[in-house]
């Protein structure tokens, strides 16, 4: 199917064509040839149409300055983004923010750990493992953020919430850097995480 990845039904809100999909995907089940590979062919309706208001951040991040450390820049976000995150958390009813078990100040300080000369350990209490407790940390972050930019007005593309993540906010520097500096962590399985889980392959070319 020709969508977006993560969107294996489209683009939200259009249940007709969701209809659509799910009725050519069931249609496979009667199908008496086999192996079945089939294409639907029909574009996802999205940003090419006329009347979808395109999507903008609202929120200006301050650019990094001499006194702000890029712990202080994410927090910084976290703050200008909560009211967005809250409405479109109330609005939905649900959210996907929470795996860690930790609160957002927790898993900034968690994550600013990575890069420092100090001890990583996990919050105490929290039963996984540090390597599992880096992924899911930097998961919480990003589902914060992209929740947070989900709620402001006009149309966002998931493409265009990944680059606006990866390529725009403190967040998403945050979490490559610790890329960067855990490849060869002292724990194989943190080298494990940061080199496939924590950064998009398709978002490497922003660090070279």
Request: aromatic share 10%; charged share 25%.
């Amino acid at each position: 199917m020709p969508f977006e990845f993560g969107r294996p039904l489209g683009v939200p809100d259009n249940a007709d064509f969701q209809h659509r999909v799910l009725t050519a995907a069931l249609n496979l089940l009667e199908r008496k040839d086999g192996p079945v590979f089939d294409v639907f062919n029909e574009e996802a309706p999205g940003r090419d149409d006329e009347t979808m208001e395109c999507w903008s951040c609202p929120v200006t991040f301050a650019k990094k300055a001499s006194d702000e450390t890029l712990e202080q820049l994410v927090l910084n976000e976290i703050r200008l983004l909560q009211p967005w995150f809250d409405k479109g958390k109330n609005e939905r009813g649900y959210t996907s923010f929470g795996v860690s078990e930790m609160s957002l100040d927790e898993i900034v300080s968690f994550l600013v750990s990575f890069l420092e000369d100090t001890p990583v350990s996990a919050k105490p209490g929290i039963k996984y493992s540090i390597a599992d407790s880096l992924k899911y940390a930097a998961e919480d972050l990003k589902a914060f953020h992209n929740e947070s930019a989900m709620s402001q007005p006009g149309h966002a593309t998931a493409n265009e919430i990944e680059n606006w993540y990866w390529g725009e906010t403190a967040a998403g520097r945050l979490v490559r850097e610790i890329k960067q500096s855990c490849i060869d962590h002292a724990d194989p399985m943190v080298s494990i995480v940061t080199a496939f889980t924590l950064v998009p392959h398709r978002q490497a070319f922003r660090d070279g």
